[in-house]
T-cell receptor, first 114, second 112 residues
Framework: DGGITQSPKYLFRKEGQNVTLSCEQN?????MYWYRQDPGQGLRLIYY???????QKGDIAEGYSVSREKKESFPLTVTSAQKNPTAFYLC?????????????FGSGTRLTVV | DQQVKQNSPSLSVQEGRISILNCDYT??????FLWYKKYPAEGPTFLIS?????DKNEDGRFTVFLNKSAKHLSLHIVPSQPGDSAVYFC???????????FGKGTRLSVIA
Protein backbone atom coordinates (compact mmCIF):
# COMPACT_ATOMS: atom_id res chain seq x y z
CA ASP A 1 0.00 0.00 0.00
CA GLY A 2 1.21 3.50 -0.81
CA GLY A 3 1.72 5.87 2.05
CA ILE A 4 3.99 8.15 4.00
CA THR A 5 6.02 6.95 6.96
CA GLN A 6 7.46 9.06 9.73
CA SER A 7 9.91 7.71 12.24
CA PRO A 8 10.38 7.55 15.10
CA LYS A 9 6.96 8.19 16.62
CA TYR A 10 8.50 9.56 19.83
CA LEU A 11 11.89 11.21 20.13
CA PHE A 12 13.70 12.68 23.10
CA ARG A 13 16.55 15.11 22.71
CA LYS A 14 18.89 16.73 25.15
CA GLU A 15 19.33 20.46 24.93
CA GLY A 16 22.12 21.40 22.56
CA GLN A 17 21.82 18.30 20.41
CA ASN A 18 20.80 18.06 16.80
CA VAL A 19 18.22 15.42 15.89
CA THR A 20 16.89 14.19 12.56
CA LEU A 21 13.29 13.18 11.86
CA SER A 22 12.69 10.76 9.03
CA CYS A 23 9.97 11.02 6.37
CA GLU A 24 9.61 8.51 3.52
CA GLN A 25 6.86 8.22 0.92
CA ASN A 26 6.15 5.65 -1.79
CA UNK A 27 3.35 7.59 -3.47
CA UNK A 28 5.57 8.90 -6.26
CA UNK A 29 4.72 12.42 -5.12
CA UNK A 30 6.95 15.25 -6.26
CA UNK A 31 6.24 17.63 -3.37
CA MET A 32 6.94 17.09 0.30
CA TYR A 33 6.32 19.29 3.34
CA TRP A 34 7.17 19.61 7.01
CA TYR A 35 4.69 21.16 9.42
CA ARG A 36 4.91 21.73 13.14
CA GLN A 37 1.93 21.57 15.48
CA ASP A 38 1.87 23.24 18.88
CA PRO A 39 -1.17 23.40 21.18
CA GLY A 40 -3.48 26.18 20.01
CA GLN A 41 -1.19 27.05 17.08
CA GLY A 42 -2.46 24.86 14.30
CA LEU A 43 -0.05 23.56 11.67
CA ARG A 44 2.79 25.86 10.70
CA LEU A 45 4.98 25.26 7.65
CA ILE A 46 8.69 24.69 8.30
CA TYR A 47 10.09 23.70 4.88
CA TYR A 48 8.81 22.30 1.64
CA UNK A 49 10.28 20.78 -1.49
CA UNK A 50 8.64 20.60 -4.90
CA UNK A 51 11.39 18.66 -6.61
CA UNK A 52 14.51 16.68 -5.78
CA UNK A 53 17.53 18.78 -4.77
CA UNK A 54 15.40 21.88 -4.22
CA UNK A 55 13.55 23.16 -1.16
CA GLN A 56 12.10 26.41 0.20
CA LYS A 57 11.73 27.89 3.66
CA GLY A 58 8.32 28.05 5.19
CA ASP A 59 7.06 30.42 7.87
CA ILE A 60 9.14 29.05 10.75
CA ALA A 61 12.35 27.67 9.18
CA GLU A 62 14.79 29.12 11.72
CA GLY A 63 16.64 26.40 13.61
CA TYR A 64 15.71 23.67 11.10
CA SER A 65 17.39 22.19 8.04
CA VAL A 66 16.27 19.74 5.37
CA SER A 67 17.60 17.82 2.39
CA ARG A 68 15.92 16.26 -0.63
CA GLU A 69 18.42 13.93 -2.25
CA LYS A 70 15.80 11.36 -3.24
CA LYS A 71 12.22 11.78 -4.36
CA GLU A 72 11.03 9.42 -1.62
CA SER A 73 12.79 11.02 1.32
CA PHE A 74 12.65 14.42 3.03
CA PRO A 75 14.43 14.32 6.42
CA LEU A 76 14.15 17.22 8.83
CA THR A 77 17.00 18.13 11.20
CA VAL A 78 16.14 20.08 14.32
CA THR A 79 19.30 21.92 15.26
CA SER A 80 20.44 23.29 18.60
CA ALA A 81 19.58 26.75 17.24
CA GLN A 82 15.86 25.96 17.47
CA LYS A 83 14.84 27.66 20.72
CA ASN A 84 11.71 25.69 21.46
CA PRO A 85 11.79 22.38 19.58
CA THR A 86 9.30 20.43 21.71
CA ALA A 87 6.34 19.89 19.37
CA PHE A 88 4.50 17.43 17.15
CA TYR A 89 6.04 17.28 13.68
CA LEU A 90 4.05 16.27 10.61
CA CYS A 91 5.36 15.37 7.18
CA UNK A 92 3.13 15.45 4.11
CA UNK A 93 3.42 14.85 0.40
CA UNK A 94 1.40 15.80 -2.68
CA UNK A 95 1.63 15.71 -6.45
CA UNK A 96 2.51 19.41 -6.38
CA UNK A 97 0.40 20.09 -9.44
CA UNK A 98 -3.18 21.04 -10.19
CA UNK A 99 -5.57 21.35 -7.29
CA UNK A 100 -4.10 20.54 -3.86
CA UNK A 101 -6.58 17.81 -3.03
CA UNK A 102 -4.05 15.06 -2.70
CA UNK A 103 -2.08 15.90 0.45
CA UNK A 104 -1.18 12.78 2.40
CA PHE A 105 0.08 13.16 5.94
CA GLY A 106 2.27 10.89 7.99
CA SER A 107 1.31 9.90 11.53
CA GLY A 108 3.74 12.39 13.07
CA THR A 109 6.75 12.47 15.39
CA ARG A 110 6.49 13.84 18.90
CA LEU A 111 9.79 15.50 19.82
CA THR A 112 10.50 16.32 23.44
CA VAL A 113 13.55 18.17 24.71
CA VAL A 114 14.71 16.91 28.10
CA ASP B 1 -0.10 37.63 10.15
CA GLN B 2 -2.64 34.83 10.06
CA GLN B 3 -4.01 34.23 6.60
CA VAL B 4 -6.49 31.55 7.74
CA LYS B 5 -8.42 32.12 10.93
CA GLN B 6 -10.59 29.80 12.96
CA ASN B 7 -11.85 32.02 15.73
CA SER B 8 -13.62 29.36 17.76
CA PRO B 9 -11.13 27.12 19.58
CA SER B 10 -13.86 24.73 20.64
CA LEU B 11 -17.47 23.78 19.96
CA SER B 12 -19.84 21.41 21.76
CA VAL B 13 -22.88 19.96 20.02
CA GLN B 14 -25.49 17.41 20.97
CA GLU B 15 -25.57 14.18 19.00
CA GLY B 16 -27.98 14.41 16.08
CA ARG B 17 -27.82 18.20 15.85
CA ILE B 18 -25.94 20.31 13.32
CA SER B 19 -22.30 21.29 13.85
CA ILE B 20 -21.14 24.47 12.12
CA LEU B 21 -17.43 25.23 12.02
CA ASN B 22 -16.31 28.56 10.64
CA CYS B 23 -13.18 29.79 8.90
CA ASP B 24 -12.14 33.21 7.61
CA TYR B 25 -9.26 34.06 5.30
CA THR B 26 -7.46 37.21 4.29
CA UNK B 27 -5.57 36.22 1.13
CA UNK B 28 -7.75 36.92 -1.91
CA UNK B 29 -5.42 34.76 -4.01
CA UNK B 30 -6.58 31.57 -2.30
CA UNK B 31 -8.40 29.39 -4.80
CA UNK B 32 -8.67 26.10 -2.95
CA PHE B 33 -10.08 25.40 0.49
CA LEU B 34 -9.99 22.18 2.44
CA TRP B 35 -11.14 20.80 5.77
CA TYR B 36 -9.10 18.24 7.66
CA LYS B 37 -10.02 16.18 10.68
CA LYS B 38 -7.38 15.31 13.25
CA TYR B 39 -7.18 13.04 16.25
CA PRO B 40 -4.45 13.45 18.91
CA ALA B 41 -1.04 12.05 17.99
CA GLU B 42 -2.16 11.30 14.42
CA GLY B 43 -1.79 13.02 11.09
CA PRO B 44 -4.74 15.01 9.69
CA THR B 45 -7.10 13.23 7.33
CA PHE B 46 -8.78 14.96 4.43
CA LEU B 47 -12.49 15.56 4.88
CA ILE B 48 -13.90 17.79 2.15
CA SER B 49 -12.79 20.54 -0.20
CA UNK B 50 -14.07 23.33 -2.41
CA UNK B 51 -12.58 25.47 -5.13
CA UNK B 52 -13.27 29.16 -5.56
CA UNK B 53 -15.47 28.58 -8.61
CA UNK B 54 -18.09 26.93 -6.40
CA ASP B 55 -20.04 28.11 -3.38
CA LYS B 56 -21.09 24.74 -2.02
CA ASN B 57 -19.82 21.19 -1.97
CA GLU B 58 -21.56 18.28 -0.31
CA ASP B 59 -20.35 14.83 0.67
CA GLY B 60 -22.71 12.77 2.76
CA ARG B 61 -23.16 14.40 6.15
CA PHE B 62 -20.57 17.07 5.37
CA THR B 63 -21.20 20.29 3.43
CA VAL B 64 -18.76 23.14 2.89
CA PHE B 65 -20.02 26.61 1.98
CA LEU B 66 -17.82 29.31 0.50
CA ASN B 67 -18.61 33.03 0.51
CA LYS B 68 -15.83 34.65 -1.50
CA SER B 69 -17.01 38.21 -1.03
CA ALA B 70 -16.88 37.77 2.74
CA LYS B 71 -13.75 35.59 2.58
CA HIS B 72 -15.55 33.07 4.74
CA LEU B 73 -16.19 29.37 4.62
CA SER B 74 -18.02 27.02 6.88
CA LEU B 75 -18.29 23.28 7.42
CA HIS B 76 -21.69 21.83 8.31
CA ILE B 77 -22.00 18.36 9.78
CA VAL B 78 -25.51 16.96 9.87
CA PRO B 79 -26.36 14.95 11.87
CA SER B 80 -23.43 15.14 14.27
CA GLN B 81 -22.19 11.85 15.70
CA PRO B 82 -19.91 11.13 18.68
CA GLY B 83 -17.27 9.81 16.25
CA ASP B 84 -17.06 13.30 14.77
CA SER B 85 -15.37 14.53 17.94
CA ALA B 86 -11.92 15.71 16.82
CA VAL B 87 -10.01 18.84 15.91
CA TYR B 88 -11.00 20.30 12.56
CA PHE B 89 -8.56 22.37 10.55
CA CYS B 90 -9.42 24.72 7.75
CA UNK B 91 -6.70 25.02 5.08
CA UNK B 92 -6.26 27.06 1.91
CA UNK B 93 -3.86 27.45 -0.95
CA UNK B 94 -3.42 29.49 -4.10
CA UNK B 95 -2.64 26.50 -6.30
CA UNK B 96 -1.23 23.00 -6.30
CA UNK B 97 2.23 24.52 -6.39
CA UNK B 98 1.89 26.45 -3.16
CA UNK B 99 1.76 24.84 0.29
CA UNK B 100 -1.45 24.63 2.27
CA UNK B 101 -1.91 27.31 4.93
CA PHE B 102 -3.75 26.06 7.99
CA GLY B 103 -5.91 27.69 10.62
CA LYS B 104 -5.43 27.00 14.32
CA GLY B 105 -8.20 24.43 14.44
CA THR B 106 -11.52 24.02 16.23
CA ARG B 107 -12.04 21.19 18.70
CA LEU B 108 -15.49 19.68 18.16
CA SER B 109 -17.08 17.65 20.93
CA VAL B 110 -20.27 15.78 20.07
CA ILE B 111 -22.12 14.83 23.22
CA ALA B 112 -24.27 11.70 23.25
Amino acid sequence: DGGITQSPKYLFRKEGQNVTLSCEQNLNHDAMYWYRQDPGQGLRLIYYSQIVNDFQKGDIAEGYSVSREKKESFPLTVTSAQKNPTAFYLCASSTGQGAPWGYTFGSGTRLTVV
Amino acid sequence: DQQVKQNSPSLSVQEGRISILNCDYTNSMFDYFLWYKKYPAEGPTFLISISSIKDKNEDGRFTVFLNKSAKHLSLHIVPSQPGDSAVYFCAASESGNTPLVFGKGTRLSVIA
